[in-house]
């Protein structure tokens, strides 16, 4: 069946250190990719997302790009902040059954160090 | 706009009870999805709703179950709890059921079974 994998936690960085979180889908037919963020004690939030390949999704300096050919969505900021501690979660959403579903990754845990 | 609201957010019950959780999606959004989030499982679909109707359903028990209102309001309920019911559940509300929308999350209700 569909799924998403994503790099393990915890990934710990000094500020403005680069980040990469990878991200690889398993999917049949097209799907849309999302990176959700999770801060402590708080619902998801979408970060950014792409809906057919080749798109690049981008906010709060954070990007990705959906890659069909490696089957990949990896995330990555040039230049992180403390504030970007939190955790972030790879999606994607595809048709089974003639209704939408989405697949999360298990989540990756970022800290930053000041 | 309102974001997605939850009622309650913290809720404590003891092994065997029942308990109901609320959902109000933001103003228009017609599709109400919940899920349940465990250190040890991650992020788990349980169902989908759409225009009060049950469009996809997760692989749990059927102690778990939901139902949506004429206005999009989601409540979904827990009958025999058991101590692995413990968890965080997340409503999330998008516009329609396209795989290319958005899910905004609410903040969760965080359930404790002793």
């Known amino acids: 069946g569909d799924s998403v994998t994503q790099m393990e936690g915890p990934v710990t960085l000094s500020e403005e250190a680069f980040l990469t979180i990878n991200c690889t889908y398993t999917a049949t037919g097209y799907p849309s990719l999302f990176w959700y963020v999770q801060y402590p004690g708080e619902g998801l939030q979408l970060l950014l997302k792409?809906?057919?390949?080749?798109d690049k999704g981008s906010n709060k300096g954070f990007e990705a790009t959906y890659r069909k050919e490696t089957t990949s969505f990896h995330l990555e900021k040039g230049s992180v902040q403390v504030s970007d501690s939190a955790v972030y979660f790879c999606a994607l959403t595809a048709w089974y059954s003639s209704a939408s579903k989405i697949i999360f990754g298990s989540g990756t845990r970022l800290s930053i160090r000041p | 706009k309102a974001g997605v609201t939850q009622t309650p957010r913290y809720l404590i019950k003891t092994r065997g009870q029942q308990v109901t959780l609320s959902c109000s999606p933001i103003?228009?959004?017609?599709?109400v999805s919940w899920y349940q989030q465990t250190p040890g499982q991650g992020l788990q679909f349980l169902f989908e709703?759409?225009?009060?109707?049950?469009?996809n359903k997760g692989n749990f028990p059927g102690r778990f179950s939901g139902r949506q209102f004429s206005n999009s309001r989601s409540e979904m309920n827990v009958s025999t709890l058991e101590l692995g019911d413990s968890a965080l559940y997340l409503c999330a509300s998008s516009l329609s059921d396209s795989i290319q929308e958005t899910q905004y999350f609410g903040p969760g209700t965080r359930l404790l079974v002793l």
């Open positions: 792409a809906t057919k390949a080749d």
């Open positions: 709703y759409f225009s009060e109707t049950q469009r």
């Open positions: 103003s228009g959004h017609r599709s």
